[in-house]
């Protein structure tokens, strides 16, 4: 990278080292959809390990104990909580999930810039699973959030929310 191109790495923020930033990463500014990828697949491995891992070991105790017919209800209330209570907790109390976190980015209201309320945040959350879920709708999220200029996805106009840039933490 040369002086003159306005790119510059970014070594004294939160942010990963590695990650080039510019204009469009300055506090405030909106996500690019790159980074919110890289956020989703941070956080869907997180849902893997912490959704099966447990329902792995727990089959296993169930087996174990010849308790087969507990194990189907057992594990739809566990993915449940998960499905009800990441995402939405961690967007309203912290700002975004570890990946978004991880990634220098945080969800806000766009009126004010505040967080997002719990009811708020799960609303969100069940609209982004239903836009993942139907290939038209993710078609048209991806396409919405790329030609807005604040790059809200379906799911924070939904809210009213965007998710932008973090300032860095300070020490």
């Known amino acids: 990278m040369s002086a003159g191109d306005g790119l510059e790495t970014d070594l004294g923020s939160s942010s990963l080292p590695w990650m080039v930033v510019g204009s469009r ?6 996500a690019d959809i790159m980074r919110r ?3 989703v697949a941070i956080d869907t491995v997180i849902a893997v390990v912490v959704v ?12 174990a104990a ?3 017919d507990v194990w189907l209800p057992a594990a739809a209330v566990w993915s449940l909580s998960f499905l009800l209570l990441y995402s939405p907790l961690s967007v309203s109390r912290k700002g975004g999930t570890v990946g978004k976190r991880l990634l220098g980015m945080e969800v806000v209201r766009d009126a004010d810039g505040a967080r997002l309320a719990y009811g708020a945040a799960l609303v969100r959350h069940l609209g982004n699973l239903v836009t993942a879920a139907v290939p038209v709708l993710m078609v048209a999220n991806a396409t919405v959030t ?3 200029a604040k790059r809200q996805g379906l799911h924070d106009r939904l809210v009213d929310s965007r998710v932008v840039m973090r300032a ?4």
């Open 37 to 39: 990828g890289a956020a």
């Open 168 to 171: 860095p933490e300070q020490p």
């Open 52 to 63: 099966l891992g447990p329902l792995i070991a727990l089959d296993r105790i169930l087996v």
């Open 146 to 148: 790329n030609l807005n």
């Open 66 to 68: 010849s308790l087969d």
């Open 25 to 30: 990463s300055l506090p405030g500014s909106p």
